[in-house]
């Protein structure tokens, strides 16, 4: 099954996307199935499981969040409360598999990752769409290195990205299956990374979270 295991919905401050529209739109990208992770919630995966089951999606969503470590990101996948956030990495993989969650290292050389602190978690993020240097390359190295399951996502922050980077998971269709299959390693990460300009548009999007005023636009949706 293919699934892209990195999205942010507008319950992270930097995306604008409603749950409904990651949903639609990874049923359209024929995904088998998506982690809504958003930052330090988990409020975003939590309502895109419920309405993938009111809208009779053919799609397993998995509970997710990225968490805020001291040293850069981690997403955390299978938990139902809120991860802490603001810790070291390492208390937070620890609480995380208290909770029964698989801990896996976002783009770990790209900004916000924990670098070489890769090798600690449960899985590494080796191909990451927003990494357009070669820091998925780096991420390969490290978790071939250290025996380490790759996982793939989009990160997307915008509709046209979703299911740009992605997970080939061996698996059946629901939760507990896939997460044991990405313990396991049963995953293969691939896609293709997004063009400068989306990039741009993205950053622009971020300004204008930040700084528009009411009743006031920079741009409009245009990749959507």
Do not use: W
């Amino acid at each position: 099954m293919r699934f892209d295991l990195h999205i942010h919905s507008n319950h992270s401050s930097d995306s604008s996307l409603t749950v409904d529209e990651i949903l639609q739109q990874a049923v359209k990208k024929g995904l088998d199935g998506i982690a809504i992770c958003d930052h330090n919630t988990i409020e975003g995966s939590l309502l895109g499981i419920r309405r993938a089951r009111e809208l009779d999606l053919p799609l397993v969503v998995l509970p997710g969040m990225e968490v805020s470590t001291t040293e850069g990101h981690l997403l955390v996948l299978g938990i139902r409360e809120d991860i802490p956030h603001d810790l070291t990495y390492l208390e937070t993989i620890g609480i995380a598999r208290q909770k029964g969650g698989v801990v896996i290292a976002a783009h770990p050389f790209k900004s916000g990752g924990i670098g070489y602190g890769a090798k600690d978690a449960d899985a590494v993020e080796t191909f990451n769409s927003r990494c357009i240097f070669d820091e998925n390359t780096r991420a390969k190295e490290l978790a071939k290195e250290h025996g380490k399951p790759e996982v793939g996502g989009s990160d997307s922050h915008l509709l046209s990205t979703i299911g740009l980077a992605y997970t080939d998971i061996e698996a059946e269709p629901d939760e507990k299956s896939v997460l044991s299959a990405i313990r396991e390693g049963r995953t293969s990460s691939s896609g293709q990374v997004v063009p400068l300009s989306v990039v741009v548009i993205h950053m622009l999007r971020s300004l204008q979270r930040k700084f528009r005023k009411p009743g006031k636009k920079i741009y409009s949706r245009i990749l959507h």
